[in-house]
């Protein structure tokens, strides 16, 4: 069964940093992008980045408002995506989500997500 | 960046009926668009890719249309297992966009 399972949230202060884990299984990791998308309380999706496969490149990807903050990467060997998220603020609070990017065939950027983890909660309060 | 517009943001519907949701691109993003279902407390489900094809495992009830600025999901025959929050996203360019998201709801 094709899964992935994200660990590491939890509440921390203002300015503290946090690496979130996605740990997949049930698949060949090393064939796929991954995306993390954020969700604040009572509010919509929010994507925060992805990263490719090795196979193309293996580079991260990130929504503006992260770059700088936020780093996604991936340990092949252990089938785990991680976003290591630094100087947190009360607006990072939220459920934070994984999921698989398949590739558009013929496109190198573009990826469409089709399997999502459960997702785990960062709190950021003083 | 673009911007992904949906409308209704709710809806009220019964079960048995049918209803489309659309979703606007603030510009062109050929067939790049997803649909995806989220219920209370759950992580989302994905349902559509390239604007018409049907994710694995998703029900035959889903279905949508469109390409360029405008697209559309319709659910059939809403069964009580339906009522959720559907949200649109663009994956035509960085950053990836998802529209504000429509709730149906039980009439």
């Known amino acids: 069964e094709v899964q992935l399972l994200e660990s590491g949230g939890g509440s921390l202060q203002p300015g503290r940093s946090l690496r979130l884990s996605c740990t997949a299984s049930?698949?060949?990791?090393?064939?796929?992008?991954f995306s993390w998308v954020r969700q604040a309380p009572g509010k919509g999706l929010e994507w925060v980045g992805l990263?490719?496969?090795?196979?193309?490149?293996?580079?991260?990807i990130y929504a503006a408002s992260m770059k700088g903050r936020f780093t996604i990467s991936r340990d092949d060997s252990k089938s785990i995506v991680y976003l290591q998220m630094n100087s947190l603020n009360t607006e990072d609070t939220g459920v934070y989500y994984c999921?698989?990017?398949?590739?558009?065939?013929?496109?190198?950027?573009?990826?469409?997500?089709?399997?999502w983890g459960k997702g785990t909660t960062v709190t950021v309060s003083s | 960046d673009i911007q992904m517009t949906q409308s209704p943001s709710s809806l009220s519907a019964s079960v048995g009926d049918t209803v489309t949701i659309t979703c606007r691109a603030s510009?062109?993003?050929?067939?790049?668009l997803a649909w995806f279902q989220q219920k209370p407390g759950k992580a989302p489900k994905s349902l559509i890719y390239?604007?018409?094809s049907l994710q694995r495992g998703a029900p035959s009830k889903f279905s949508g249309r469109g390409s360029g600025t405008d697209f559309t999901l319709t659910i059939s025959s809403l069964q009580p297992e339906d009522f959720a929050i559907y949200y649109c996203?663009?994956?035509?360019?960085?950053?990836?966009?998802f529209g504000q998201g429509t709730t149906v709801e039980i009439k």
């Open positions: 390239a604007a018409s």
């Open positions: 049930g698949f060949n990791f090393n064939d796929y992008a």
């Open positions: 999921a698989r990017d398949i590739v558009v065939p013929g496109a190198t950027y573009n990826y469409f997500m089709d399997v």
């Open positions: 990263i490719r496969s090795k196979y193309y490149g293996g580079a991260p």
């Open positions: 510009q062109g993003i050929s067939n790049y």
């Open positions: 996203q663009q994956y035509y360019t960085y950053p990836y966009t």
